[in-house]
C-alpha cells in the first residue's frame, strides 16, 4: 500500500502477463478492484491512466497490453523483485 494505485495495477497487469501466453487479459474491474484491494472507481481512474499513456486499451473487460517495456518504467520497484523470487522457485 505504499505505492500510487496506478503502480499497483501496472504491478498486477505485469504479473498476470508472466503467466499468460498472450498479451490480452480478461477481467472485469471488479475482480482487479478485489485483487488490490481497492474500489472499483479506482481501478477505472488506474486502468484509464494507463490506457491515457498509451501502454494499454482497456474495454468493457477485456485488457491488451501495448507497451510492455512502457509499463515496467511506471511500475513499482517491488514488480522486479517478485518476479525474481517467481522466476527461482518456479523456473520455466
Not at 484509464?48 to 497490453?65: D, E, P
Not at 511506471?74 to 514488480?79: A, D, G, I, K, L
Amino acid at each position: 500500500r505504499h505505492h500510487t494505485l496506478d503502480q499497483q495495477f501496472c504491478r498486477w497487469l505485469l504479473l498476470s502477463l508472466d503467466r499468460l501466453p498472450s498479451n490480452e487479459l480478461i477481467m472485469t474491474q471488479e475482480l482487479i478492484a478485489a485483487m488490490l484491494g481497492v474500489r472499483r472507481e479506482g481501478v477505472t481512474e488506474a486502468a484509464g491512466n494507463v490506457q491515457k499513456a498509451g501502454l494499454i486499451k482497456y474495454s468493457r473487460g477485456h485488457i491488451t497490453i501495448l507497451d510492455r517495456v512502457g509499463l515496467e518504467k511506471r511500475v513499482c520497484e517491488c514488480y522486479a523483485v517478485v518476479r525474481k523470487e517467481f522466476d527461482r522457485l518456479l523456473p520455466k
